[in-house]
């Protein structure tokens, strides 16, 4: 997780984003990532692939793997108001990196693999 947030935000800042911005996408993909690793490869070997770019005025990183196909934009969002007792473990990390972000997209790669991108709006420092 440290070499994938190191290359997010060394990217992001060289592009010249601004520092709220690169925290709001760090925390996106530290609870994305962190999924890829417990939720798509579990116990098993795997690698994932980032990917970060400036697009006019959007940050855009795309996390790609080869874990079982799974599309987390299905994923409801969690029922806020049950009582923290009630609730399960887990199951906010998604929440989480939506509320971060302008927007989280999915799609199968042509290799078969997971491919989600995040979006940030950004205001650019020259």
């Not at 592009?15 to 116990?43: K, S």
């Not at 302008?102 to 989600?116: F, K, Q």
Request: aromatic share 6%; net charge negative.
């Amino acid at each position: 997780m440290a070499v994938i947030r190191h290359f997010v935000e060394e990217t992001a800042a060289a592009f010249g984003a601004g520092r709220d911005a690169i925290e709001d996408v760090l925390q996106a993909v530290d609870e994305t990532a962190v999924n890829i690793i417990v939720h798509g490869y579990g116990d098993q070997p795997g690698s994932s692939e980032v990917q970060v770019v400036k697009e006019n005025g959007t940050l855009v990183v795309r996390l790609r793997d080869q874990a079982p196909l799974f599309d987390p934009t299905l994923v409801p969002p969690p029922d806020l108001t049950t009582p923290l007792e009630e609730r399960r473990m887990g199951g906010l990390g998604l929440h989480l990196a939506r509320h971060f972000v302008d927007s989280v997209t999915y799609r199968t790669t042509s290799e078969g693999g997971n491919e989600l991108t995040l979006l940030k709006k950004v205001s650019w420092i020259p």
